[in-house]
């Protein structure tokens, strides 16, 4: 009787030692590179969704002068414009922050800009950078413009709370992996995947329960081992 119990008792799954091992799993926090073109439509997604809205837009094509402007957008409160600049670098520099301000103090756009918003896809938290932005900043703010500076840590904190956003341009598996909550459509599709799922597991096993009863037609009932 012994041995017949220890037998059956090793037929018993137990899941591995590392599968109670609970602790922090944290999201992910900077999103990858993307193509310089793609870069610039996120931002431009990104400025339609920021609030006092009235109209926004890519600015400029390929090739033509742009005045320092990738994108602009007229704020409904006051009609001024904030505009932004969308620079795709793997590493940023002070030398990149001063020119992106001179190309755009040169241009035709200031007297009726209130914010200047400089996007880079690299961090700009190293302190030479950090030294440059608030040199930068004195400088628009005697002109009564707020500089904004977006590095990929500051652009990434935004996009945590814009899942729509993550999915267009990165896919399902950046969401899951990166954004604090997926968005309602792709939340539905996983709760629907997951509860068939559930469901095939449940009728496997009310199928083979039922075929092993000894009420169970022969049609149904499991061959004898």
Known sequence: MGKKRQKSASKVWVPPESAYQLGPRPHLQI???????????????????????????????????????DIFVRRRSSGRYAVWQCKRYQE??????????????AGEWVAETEEFVLCISAPIEERSLADEIKRQHERLNAKSI?????????????????????????????????AAKPPPRISLAVNLVR?????????????????????????LRLPAR
């Open 31 to 69: 999103l990858p590179l993307l193509p310089w073109e793609y870069f610039q439509r996120l931002c431009a997604r990104l400025a339609q969704r920021g609030g006092d809205v009235e109209f926004s837009q890519e600015y400029g094509l390929p090739g033509q002068a742009q005045e320092g402007i």
């Open 146 to 178: 707020t500089l904004t500076p977006l590095g990929i840590v500051q652009l990434s904190e935004r996009l945590k709370d814009q899942p729509e956003l993550v999915h267009d341009f990165f896919g399902l598996q950046a969401v899951k992996d990166f």
């Open 195 to 219: 509860t068939k799922c559930a469901i095939s597991a449940f009728c496997c096993v009310a199928v083979i329960r039922i075929t092993s009863r000894a009420w169970t037609p022969d049609c």
């Open 92 to 105: 940023a520099s002070a030398s990149l922050i001063e020119e992106a301000v001179d190309e755009f103090l």
